[in-house]
């Protein structure tokens, strides 16, 4: 299993990767999957500024591009010394393939500020589990 500073490293990189130039905040993601991978991401705006991606939606499609679709833990991570913290519209995607129990760790450029789980974040959810 991956450790704590790995995942910082590895997400540090998917952070310095963001293509931020109309916000010029840099996100980067990591998802630790059931199969023992991880899968980064990070933000990519364009010009039609609804169009742009967040770094969760990236490291979720690379997630389910190589076939699993069980997120273990997310790391997600912004030069905000107070951490990142994901959007609406990402919580919901990381809930699609996680539990209220899920470790979401808010991290700064250098450490883990927040060890939450999905459920402190999105409470309540709407999930699959309602469409069965
Ligand atoms: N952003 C993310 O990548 N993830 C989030 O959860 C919050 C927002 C990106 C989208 C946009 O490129 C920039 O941060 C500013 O909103």
Known sequence: MITEDQALDLVHDAMERAYAPYSNYQVGAL??????????????ENASYPEGHCA???AIAAMVLAGSKRIESIYIMSQ??????????CRQRIREFATASTPV?????????HSLT????????FGPEFLQ
């Open 105 to 113: 760790y808010l991290c700064s450029p250098t450490n883990v500020v």
């Open 80 to 89: 905000d010394t107070q951490g990142a913290t994901p959007c609406g519209g």
């Open 56 to 58: 969760e939606t990236a």
């Open 31 to 44: 998802v630790v999957a059931d199969d023992g991978h991880t899968y980064a991401g990070c933000n990519v």
């Open 118 to 125: 999905l459920g402190d974040l999105l409470p309540r959810a």
